[in-house]
């Protein structure tokens, strides 16, 4: 799962009737400082995402399982989006003792 | 499985229902000696994990949905141990 911005929309009529009614958005990976990471990439929204929405998505045969019909050909839905993110960047408590 | 930080949490209302009740965390993956490799990413806690914590995160959809107990849901990577010691011996 990563977190994601909306960046627009994609159309398509003719498609595999599994994925028939559901919205298609851009999304660009963002990392925890909201700095692109990675390729812009589409994916099945579940959550009526809008342009510029902070979302998160996940991939792979778990992002069938966010849609009806778990055996569609999708590997990318938006399962979520983001309200808020608390960075509570402390490093890493007792490295000493973790990583002697 | 991988080690990562923990780095914060991630809020989120409007969401897939499966996901209700369990906490998002945002993970930095870090090496054997503690130092950040790769980048950031969402993981669902199954062990009550904070920031700063070392924790293990498991990357695999099946081993997810076992951890959390429910074979349908689309959940990808979740914590699954807090990290106390590495001793390499290599």
Known sequence: ?100 | MILARVLGNVVATKKHPSYTGHKTLIVQPVDEYGNDTGTSFVACDSVQAGPGDVVLVEQEGNCARQILGTLKDPFHSVICGIVDRVKLEG
């Open chain 1, 1 to 100: 799962m990563k977190i994601a911005k909306v960046i627009g929309t994609v159309v398509a009529t003719v498609k595999d009737p599994s994925i028939k009614n559901l919205k298609i958005l851009m999304i660009q990976p963002l990392d925890e400082q909201f700095k692109s990471d990675g390729d812009p990439l589409a994916a099945i929204d579940t959550v009526q995402a809008g342009p510029e929405d902070i979302v998160y998505y996940t991939m792979a045969r778990e992002s069938t399982l966010a849609l009806p019909d778990p055996m569609s050909p999708v590997d990318a839905a938006i399962t979520g989006i983001v309200d808020e993110v608390y960075l509570e960047d402390k490093g890493i408590v007792d490295r000493e003792k973790i990583f002697a």
